[in-house]
């Protein structure tokens, strides 16, 4: 015992601390409450922590005695895999991305979400979106980024994918992104558009989608 927790402080020194005195609703995270999960490192060692994915700031965050901190840029070179929930995560490009599908091809997740006042009462009842908004670098200074209580913010989680085809990785947002991924198969990728009701929000949709175009044509 005392040597997996010697193995979790070690590998997470030099990460920023930050502390939430108040309980707040964690909607700018990607799971709903602080999980236990498994963090394995490039050693081979491995180590169970409390862990959740803050989205606002594209870090993973674990939980100790109260005390939630930050994995530094720095140490990210030494984690192979997160799990949390039966999920796995990587590091790709200093970034954590959710790991959705290899084999042969690979599909990744990352996840972000934009944070900003809601609009303020500007009489007879209604609402004004002017100079509220504040911006990513002034929520992040002085740490009040981890202190936010977001319900009286409006969060927008959103997520992109990530293609690693032939050694290469392409972003795409959108269908219509991912069809110019595939322009050499455009009659394939329509006809199975044609034939299948693909939701794009939908991971496994959107892994059918990419097997049948890379086994076709």
Known sequence: MKQIICVLISCMIGVSAYTQ?????LTHYLFPEFTEGIVLMKTGSRSKALLNYNALTEEMV?????QKRAIA???LIQIDTVIIKDRE?????????ECLYQSGW????EYKCRVREPGKASGYGTTSETAAVESYSSLHYGGKVYDLKLPDYEVDPYFNYLLKRNGEISKFVSMKQLKKLYQDKKDIFKEYLKDHNVDYDNNQDIIQLINYLESNG
């Open 21 to 25: 005195p108040e309980k707040v609703e």
């Open 62 to 66: 674990f939980e100790n005695n109260g």
């Open 73 to 75: 840029e720095n140490e």
């Open 89 to 97: 995560f990587i590091v790709l490009d200093g970034k954590f991305v």
């Open 106 to 109: 690979d599909l990744y997740a």
